[in-house]
């Protein structure tokens, strides 16, 4: 998963506004909020060092130096190939000095599959809340605990300023294979190519495509028909898991009795629930555990693959299912407007834009149209 987030520019006269708007309309904890995000991203870009410097220096170690060059052919790739936006992104190197560079809280009622929204200047409405420091993102997601919310809080690896900064490659996703690296950037540099302000949804999924098309189209042009074969097959059960992941947020939707915006939003009934509260929580952890029992099926097709075990550690939620269908939900939906593009990607592009162009509700209802 990645965070999507917008900083302001450079000039720090535009900081300050921010967090002087920030405090007048919302106080206090606005301010803190902003103020975390704003040091946190300028931490990052602080420890920036040049790819080309790095990889002439003589004690840069070796397995730095050979990503540091991948990531460099990916960049040019993404660039000729893909049509992206690359503009300076990428050409340096930071190293955060932790696993992730920030961590996203989501959250959700405890009987709705509805998300909790966060508003962001420019960005506007998105399904997450980003903190810089772990400690951060459990405190806030505590306290929405207390207020009866289900949470999730999760790591992230990579993150997009949407051209406001010149984005570095990071420690916390250089090491990855290769096809997860050209995927990642690929995703990030999608977010520039085409961004609907709170629209998250709409923008994860089409980044993801993008992403996962970019991959494809790196490891062929390269003739690797094995490192090919293999990631093929991990998107294969990637889709297996969403759509275990989804069969169960079916079931918890019908049960709870959510429903449905114009733009096929889920929000929480306003209903008074007829089934009481107890007996909705043994419900709702039937459905979870037969989750598990039905990932545990899947792993037996998979010749025991766990890759996914860690997604199953601990309790499970509406906020962590949740966290899935941001990404995957019209990921079919877009793979099916590229195929009805031939595979075109600036053709797909310029048809991504005009659905962009188009409120919420018909931008939904167009891009599913073709998937009906």
């Known amino acids: 998963m990645r965070l999507k987030t917008i900083f302001p520019r450079r ?5 300050a506004l921010l967090l002087l708007v920030a405090a007048v309309l919302t106080g206090c904890q606005t301010v803190s909020y902003y103020t975390q995000a704003v040091r946190g991203h300028c931490q990052v870009l602080a420890r920036r060092q040049s790819c080309e410097k790095l990889i002439a220096d003589p004690n840069t170690p070796a397995e730095l130096k050979a990503k540091l060059r991948l990531a460099g052919e990916i960049r040019e790739f993404a660039q000729r190939e893909l049509k992206l936006p690359v503009n300076g992104h990428y050409q340096h190197f930071a190293d955060v000095g932790r ?12 009987f709705s599959l509805e998300s909790k929204t966060w508003w962001y200047p420019i960005v506007g409405s998105l399904d997450y809340h980003g903190y810089f420091a772990e400690s951060g993102a459990r405190k806030y997601a505590d306290r929405l605990n207390q207020k009866g919310f289900d949470t999730n809080v999760e790591g992230v690896e990579a993150y997009s300023t949407l051209g406001w900064f010149k984005d570095p490659l990071l420690n916390t996703f250089i090491h990855h294979p290769e096809a997860a690296l050209a995927e990642i950037l690929f995703h990030e540099l999608a977010h520039q190519r085409v961004f609907v302000s709170g629209d998250t949804d709409f923008n994860e999924a089409f980044a993801t495509v993008v992403g ?15 490192l090919l074969e293999q990631y093929l097959t991990a998107l294969r059960r990637n889709v297996q898991f969403v759509q275990l992941v989804a069969e169960a947020r079916e079931k918890l939707e019908v049960l709870y009795g959510d429903e449905r915006t114009s733009d096929r939003k889920i929000k929480a009934t306003k209903r008074s629930p007829e089934t009481p509260t107890e007996q909705l929580r043994q419900e709702k952890q039937l459905i979870l555990d037969e989750l598990r029992r039905e990932y545990e099926k899947l792993k037996a097709e998979w010749d025991a693959y766990t890759g996914y075990d860690a997604w199953f550690t601990g309790s499970l939620n509406n906020a962590q299912l949740n966290s899935v269908a941001t990404y995957y939900d019209l990921v079919p939906a877009f793979e099916q407007l590229l195929k009805s593009n031939n595979e075109d990607l600036e053709k797909f592009y310029a048809a991504v834009k005009k659905l962009a162009k188009l409120p919420n509700a018909e931008r939904h209802r167009r891009l599913l149209a073709p998937a009906n």
């Open 212 to 226: 996962q098309e970019g991959a494809r189209q790196w490891l062929r042009a390269k003739g690797d028909a094995a």
């Open 99 to 110: 696993r992730y560079v920030v961590w996203n809280v989501t959250a959700s009622p405890e």
């Open 11 to 15: 000039r720090l006269l535009v900081v």
